[in-house]
């Protein structure tokens, strides 16, 4: 059973378009996240719920809109995409981001391009 | 933000033990130093963390300086599957919002 997936794997659309990335988590945990990895392969976080509720968000453009229906999806939503937006997204969770050391499982990822 | 650095690469052959380096001179005194690392085409996988004293687990070694500024993450014996971008992230308190660096590409020659 995959612990934290996301859909789809891949993603190419337009310039101007709006698309979704869904992410889904069965370990039970109370915080997600969404991370970026850029074309130079850096890691940075976007966004992090927990319970449902934004406890991080990382000076993300406003195109850019996750929605927690539940504790057990993160789903990230893109207006108007760029070119900039082409990048590799991380969905993520762990138990309680407040607990020390909390680690936290990563999904597959989604590889977006937008041309 | 407390960050740390890493070298770029490193070389390692099968089947023997490799030390990744980490620097992290401004940590705070809550700080927990975590390693992660992240195979081709793959997202990021825990591998273990520790605050100050020297961790194991069944995948890694955490060595932790007495002063904290520096940590070694230690695979004992490395394989072909090993190979991959190690990173040391610095958590911090209250958020634990992790700033990944550049990391260490470590290679593994058979």
């Not at chain 1, 970026?36 to 509720?53: A, G, R």
């Not at chain 1, 850019?64 to 969905?91: R, T």
């Amino acid at each position: 059973d995959t612990a934290v997936s996301q859909t789809p794997k891949y993603l190419v659309t337009q310039m101007g378009n709006d698309k979704s990335i869904k992410c889904e988590q069965n370990l039970g945990h109370d915080t997600m996240y969404w991370y970026k990895q850029d074309s130079k392969k850096f890691l940075k976080i976007m966004f992090s719920y927990n319970n449902k509720e934004l406890i991080i968000n990382e000076t993300v453009p406003n195109r850019f809109s996750p929605k927690s229906p539940d504790k057990a999806h993160l789903n990230l939503h893109i207006n108007s995409l760029e070119l900039g937006d082409s990048a590799v997204y991380f969905c993520a969770s762990s138990h309680d981001f407040q607990r020390e050391g909390d680690e936290q499982f990563f999904g597959p990822g989604t590889r977006l391009t937008v041309l | 933000d407390a960050k740390t650095t890493q070298p770029n690469s490193m070389e390692s052959n099968e089947e023997e033990p490799v030390h990744l380096p980490c620097n992290h001179s401004t940590i705070s005194g809550t700080d927990y130093i975590h390693w992660y690392r992240q195979l081709p085409s793959q997202g990021p996988e825990y591998v273990i963390h520790g605050l100050t004293s020297n961790v194991n687990n069944r995948m890694a070694s955490l060595a932790i300086a007495e002063d904290r500024k520096s940590s070694t993450l230690i695979l004992h014996r490395a394989t072909l599957r090993d190979a991959a971008v190690y990173y040391c992230i610095l958590g911090y308190s209250g958020t634990y919002k992790y700033i990944f660096g550049t990391g260490t590409r470590l290679k593994v020659l058979a």
